[in-house]
């Protein structure tokens, strides 16, 4: 069992509780309470909600969690109190995962978990944030981003993308695409995806001109000209020209571009397609004029976006799966079949004293577990000495 902490505190945004469906439908579909969310506040009790309805809290205290989630405030105004970044740092030497959803990055960064780490929030945020905590590494216009163990995402609906990569890493792809497909959400969109979607930047009001634009989404492919798009308005190409630019404040050509840009952008995050594929199948013709609009639009060439968004995904996949807690349980279970760990493994509570220590004279954050037993395992690999026999070791993140 994996246990979330999810932080919240008066006013919280509502769209934090929306993320947590998707460790429901993942316990669901698994069959099994992989998943056990708790909603956490400084005091414990009823907590009320931006939308005005009331949670239920535990208070701060038990800092064992496998990940703690922080949400973020719809008032400008707020400021995390001295006990909630008291409590956010003493879980950050121990959780596996610290994530933040939309503004909620400041709540981490105020506590002083950020410095020197990738970053994201909400698009019209970035640049407070980055003029507040000059040592975070702000990442302009990402879906979400995985650096180490701490987690961000953009605003609102970004959340749930970053829960279901959670689920991704935890559990395999293909129990987040069932998740997703329950959830009637796109199937993934990677963390280096835009904020922004091309058709809703566009903003066309007209039906005929968004028939024109779904028109070209579909045929990316094909050679889209004046004249054809014209015909899937219903317009001549002259009338068509006229209407598009004034619905959209766009020629048809730089619209057409933007859309084949996310669409290229999108493959080459997320496949393994060939860039030259990737050029033919979104209308670029070739590699080179789709390098040209990439360095036009990003300021990179299409093979240093997939290598950045590569990295990102090779980082989180180098954390580890398993908890904290599955420790305790371990250690406290007296069932008739207890689980073990493999060789003379130390008590939780002796573990969780030297880890404690190997934080204070390394920093928090530095060290992760490289292994969690599962329980049902009838051994467990990889083990290494750390003064003894044990089934985990340190490694830096």
């Given at each position: 069992?994996?246990?979330?902490?999810?932080?919240?505190?008066?006013?919280?945004?509502?769209?934090?509780?929306?993320?947590?469906?998707?460790?429901?439908?993942?316990?669901?579909?698994?069959?099994?309470?992989r998943?056990?969310?708790q909603?956490?506040s400084?005091?414990?009790?009823?907590?009320?909600?931006?939308?005005?309805?009331?949670?239920?809290?535990?208070?701060?205290?038990?800092?064992?969690?496998?990940?703690?989630?922080?949400?973020?405030?719809t008032?400008?105004?707020?400021?995390?109190?001295?006990?909630?970044?008291?409590?956010?740092?003493?879980?950050?030497?121990?959780?596996?995962?610290?994530?933040?959803?939309?503004?909620?990055?400041?709540t981490?960064?105020?506590?002083?978990?950020?410095?020197?780490?990738?970053?994201?929030?909400?698009?019209?945020?970035?640049?407070?944030?980055?003029?507040?905590?000059?040592?975070?590494?702000?990442?302009?216009?990402r879906?979400?981003?995985?650096?180490?163990?701490?987690?961000?995402?953009?605003?609102?609906?970004?959340?749930?993308?970053?829960?279901?990569?959670?689920?991704?890493?935890?559990?395999?792809?293909?129990?987040?695409?069932?998740?997703?497909?329950?959830?009637?959400?796109?199937?993934?969109?990677?963390?280096?995806?835009?904020?922004?979607?091309?058709?809703?930047?566009?903003?066309?009001?007209?039906?005929?001109?968004?028939?024109?634009?779904?028109?070209?989404?579909?045929?990316?492919?094909?050679?889209?000209?004046?004249?054809?798009?014209?015909?899937?308005?219903?317009?001549?190409?002259?009338?068509?020209?006229?209407?598009?630019?004034?619905?959209?404040?766009?020629?048809?050509?730089?619209?057409?571009?933007?859309?084949r840009?996310?669409?290229?952008?999108?493959?080459?995050?997320?496949?393994?397609?060939?860039?030259?594929?990737?050029?033919?199948?979104?209308?670029?013709?070739?590699?080179?004029?789709?390098?040209?609009?990439?360095?036009?639009?990003?300021?990179?060439?299409?093979?240093?976006?997939?290598?950045?968004?590569?990295?990102?995904?090779?980082?989180?996949?180098?954390?580890?799966?398993?908890?904290?807690?599955?420790?305790?349980?371990?250690?406290?279970?007296?069932?008739?079949?207890?689980?073990?760990?493999?060789?003379?493994?130390?008590?939780?509570?002796?573990?969780?004293?030297?880890?404690?220590?190997?934080?204070?004279?390394?920093?928090?954050?530095?060290?992760?577990?490289q292994?969690?037993?599962?329980?049902?395992?009838?051994?467990?690999?990889?083990?290494?000495?750390?003064?003894?026999?044990?089934?985990?070791?340190?490694?830096?993140?």
């Amino acid at each position: 069992m994996q246990r979330i902490g999810v932080v919240t505190f008066p006013g919280f945004h509502v769209m934090t509780l929306a993320a947590m469906s998707v460790f429901e439908l993942a316990n669901s579909e698994l069959g099994e309470h992989r998943y056990d969310v708790q909603f956490l506040s400084e005091n414990g009790g009823r907590v009320r909600s931006s939308a005005g309805f009331v949670i239920e809290t535990e208070p701060f205290g038990n800092p064992l969690f496998d990940t703690v989630i922080v949400g973020g405030s719809t008032e400008p105004s707020f400021r995390p109190s001295e006990g909630m970044l008291t409590y956010l740092r003493e879980a950050f030497e121990i959780a596996r995962r610290m994530a933040a959803t939309c503004v909620g990055t400041f709540t981490l960064a105020e506590a002083g978990l950020l410095d020197g780490k990738r970053v994201t929030t909400h698009w019209d945020h970035v640049r407070e944030l980055q003029r507040r905590y000059p040592k975070v590494r702000v990442q302009e216009d990402r879906i979400f981003v995985i650096d180490g163990s701490i987690w961000t995402s953009a605003g609102m609906t970004a959340t749930m993308d970053l829960v279901l990569a959670m689920v991704e890493r935890d559990v395999g792809p293909e129990l987040a695409r069932t998740v997703a497909k329950q959830m009637v959400v796109h199937q993934r969109r990677s963390g280096g995806q835009s904020q922004f979607s091309a058709l809703l930047e566009l903003e066309p009001k007209p039906d005929r001109i968004q028939n024109a634009l779904e028109f070209a989404r579909k045929n990316l492919h094909s050679e889209l000209t004046v004249e054809n798009l014209a015909d899937a308005a219903h317009l001549s190409p002259r009338q068509f020209t006229r209407a598009f630019a004034a619905a959209t404040g766009e020629s048809p050509a730089k619209a057409i571009e933007k859309l084949r840009l996310e669409a290229a952008r999108l493959l080459l995050e997320d496949s393994r397609h060939p860039i030259e594929n990737i050029a033919k199948q979104t209308g670029f013709a070739d590699r080179e004029r789709m390098r040209r609009a990439f360095v036009r639009a990003f300021g990179v060439p299409p093979q240093a976006m997939r290598r950045q968004a590569r990295k990102e995904m090779q980082g989180a996949s180098d954390i580890p799966t398993g908890s904290l807690p599955a420790l305790r349980e371990a250690d406290l279970m007296t069932t008739k079949q207890p689980a073990t760990l493999q060789g003379d493994a130390p008590s939780f509570r002796d573990f969780l004293a030297e880890h404690k220590q190997s934080a204070l004279r390394l920093g928090p954050g530095h060290f992760v577990l490289q292994h969690i037993p599962v329980f049902g395992d009838e051994s467990v690999a990889d083990t290494h000495d750390i003064g003894r026999s044990s089934a985990f070791r340190y490694v830096r993140s």
